[in-house]
């Protein structure tokens, strides 16, 4: 071609060769100057080593890439969260993923931080009645020290690998009520994900709770509870849980958890191998032979102290009238024993009180009648009402007049005790009082022919 006769003619092959090698360097400058003037984002580029020769060949050109890639720190360092929320007005709970170390009988929990900025302490009382002063007097108060890892901290002496979660069997433990709602059903919902491989450390640890339990303890958990009061060793895990996730009174608040009430019920059956699903479904034309089959069974719960049944006789003969087969229990007796027999009736009914937590073990659809003395409106609503309808149970509520309550024969007619009982709820400072009235001298002598409709209703509700 001209063009390269040209260069053939004017240059010498040693010249070109020198022309081609400063037209490359020239190339080559004039790129690296483009780049630092526009700034491009160099993130994207390959780093480029050249080595160029002016001697011999230009074949010995050589070019080499080093692909330069990020270089990772010794460990990852995030963001840590707050790990204590003392702000929930039901429990206060911390939970921490890490380096957790627990000296128990020194009731001192120490979580080892990185963050060198502060160290931060909480007390945590850890039992689900937060407010309450009378329960809560009786917990111990754990202190939880977030401590920097430089700091000096207690060496471990016995480590585990799985989860804990630390609680109290203190405060109102022992009535049959607030077993279920401050620490069982708390505890379902903050260890049940953990599907048995969670550690229970408990204090004010008492072992008949733990025994009269032990079903449901040991299907939350695979391990022997440890009785951390009682511990001088220093005993270190990766992550804990300090107190219960509690939201609703004997219930659970889905929007807050990811597991409901039913969910709960559920696996207490399974706990207890209860075999009773679905309450009896009477047919709305069924023959005598038929109704003999499937009759409808009520259990009602008596009481032997306060918020007794005086006229219980008259109420079972109105039942069975109706076509109910009735028992009549305190349910005092070994808590798997309860539960078959619970769970064996279609109809719960009882006067507001402990006895009535036992609809836990009603088969489903099953109902519960409520008997609600003067001025347990409210107490009534929150304990038992409330709670019967997310597990799936049908409720009916008998409010008692003025003449069915015992008070009547104890106060004036015009006294405010009968007169205006309390409609809404009651401060913890007034809680006292109101028990001592309402809850502690108050028995019921049931109207039969006023109670007869509430009777029948049941029996519809088991038609539906």
């Known amino acids: 071609m001209k063009y390269d006769s040209f260069f053939a003619r004017s240059f010498s092959k040693h010249e070109q060769k020198k022309l081609g090698i400063g037209a ?37 050109l050589a070019i080499t ?58 007390n945590i009382r850890p039992y689900a ?19 920097h890892i430089s700091q000096q901290i207690p060496i471990c002496t016995r480590n585990y690998t799985v989860p804990a979660v630390v609680f109290s069997t203190k405060g109102y433990a022992g009535n049959h009520f607030h077993d279920f709602s401050d620490v069982l059903i708390p505890l379902f919902q903050t260890s049940r994900r953990f599907n ?29 509870v440890i009785d951390i009061d009682k511990e001088n060793e220093v005993l270190c895990f990766p992550s804990m849980t300090i107190g219960l996730k ?25 706990t207890y191998s209860l075999k009773r699903k679905f309450a009896v479904r009477l047919k709305k034309n069924a023959d005598d032979d038929q109704r003999r089959k499937n009759k409808p069974r009520l259990l009602i719960i008596s009481r032997s102290r306060t918020r007794r049944f005086t006229n219980i006789e008259a ?25 078959k027999k619970v769970n064996s009736f279609d109809v719960l009914m009882g006067v507001h009180g402990a006895g009535l937590t036992n609809m836990v073990f009603l088969p489903e659809n099953a109902s519960v009648i409520q008997i609600v003395g003067l001025g347990m409106e409210w107490v009534s609503k929150e ?34 005790v009968l007169k205006d009982p309390p409609g809404n709820m009651i401060s913890p400072k007034g809680w006292a009082s109101y ?10 002598k049931i109207d039969v022919n006023r109670f007869r409709g509430t009777l029948l209703k049941a029996l519809e509700l088991l038609r539906s």
């Open 24 to 60: 490359f360097v020239s190339c080559f400058i004039l790129a690296a100057t483009f780049c630092f003037l526009f700034k491009p984002e160099i993130r994207h580029f390959r780093v480029v080593n050249v080595k160029v020769s002016l001697r011999g060949s230009p074949k010995i």
């Open 65 to 122: 890439e080093e692909v330069t890639k990020p270089k990772k720190p010794y460990f990852e360092i995030e963001q840590e969260k707050q790990i204590c929320n003392v702000l929930h007005p039901r429990a206060d709970l911390c939970e921490m993923n890490g380096d957790i170390r627990i000296h128990g009988n020194s009731s001192t929990i120490f979580f080892v931080s990185i963050d060198e900025e502060k160290n931060n302490s909480w």
């Open 129 to 147: 009645r937060k407010g309450d002063d009378r329960a809560m007097d009786s917990v111990t108060n754990l202190i939880v020290k977030k401590v």
């Open 196 to 224: 048995g491989e969670v550690q229970f450390l408990i204090t004010n640890k008492m072992p008949w709770w733990i025994k009269k339990f032990k079903p449901v303890l040991q299907r939350l958990s695979k391990y022997e």
């Open 246 to 270: 509690a939201n609703k009174e004997f219930s659970i608040n889905t929007s807050e958890s990811h597991y409901s009430m039913m969910d709960f019920t559920r696996f207490l059956k399974s």
């Open 315 to 339: 109420i079972v003969t109105l039942a069975r009238s109706l076509g109910f087969k009735v028992g009549v229990e305190e349910t005092r007796e070994n808590l798997a024993q309860v539960a």
């Open 383 to 416: 304990d038992f009402e409330i709670p019967a309808m997310d597990m799936n149970l049908k409720y009916l509520g008998y409010k008692i007049s003025v003449n069915e309550s015992s008070l009547i024969q104890q106060y004036p007619l015009e006294h405010h």
């Open 435 to 444: 028990r001592k009235v309402y809850l502690d001298q108050q028995d019921v």
